[in-house]
């Protein structure tokens, strides 16, 4: 992500960070090791886990335009936290609920679509990416160390926690200021669409086939859909 950003911008590190790379194996692992059904239960519960994950860049994106990375991130999270214990409070409560992240996601790309890109200059440290490969990876294995425990809801739900999106967020703030924030998080809702089609598509593949084509049929659906949004990428540069 970090050489994304400093060849192609915040914009097409945002839209990158929506692939499933963080997803795909924490489900295939929590899958693997407490078998189909909760697995099945957590791809359903991080399929509902992009509403908040949508909520928190854009309040993120909202908040940098006039606070500090440290009082945006603590505002994001909590509302992160808020929106997260309301979709694992409605999920499962009926069958047409599933079509609320989609309508949200495609709200989401309506709406930070409209941002252009800036023309200003800026400069990228290479030292800095360092600092923040060390950040996702302990970010993860936070998350990854943390979501077995919690049962199907929460481990699908902490499966799309904003790991990669609060790096690319705060970093773009830290380094770049409130004008990078807005382009990366365009990019992050243009992102958002791979991950729901993954989420979905592995909710209702499991148990239906084997393991690998669970997973790999989705997948291959979400590494289409992200060939998809990235002509919208190049639509509006």
Sequence with gaps: LGVTERVHGPRAAGWLSGFPVIAAPLLLLVTMEQGVPFGAAAAK???????????????????AQSRGWVPAALASFLVWGAMALLVVTVQGRSPLLELIPFIIALLAVSFHSRVKLSDEQREFSWSRLAVRMIAGAALTFAVAQLAGALGPRWSGTFTTFPVVGSIVAISNHVEHGPRAVQEAVSGMALGVVPIAIFCFGVFHLLGHGSLWLAFGVPLAAAML?????LLIVQKIR
Excluded: H
């Excluded at 859909?225 to 949004?229: E, N, R």
């Design 45 to 63: 519960a991080a399929f509902f886990g992009l509403v908040p994950w949508l909520t928190f860049v854009t309040t993120y994106g909202w908040c």
């Design 225 to 229: 859909a992200q060939a998809l949004t």
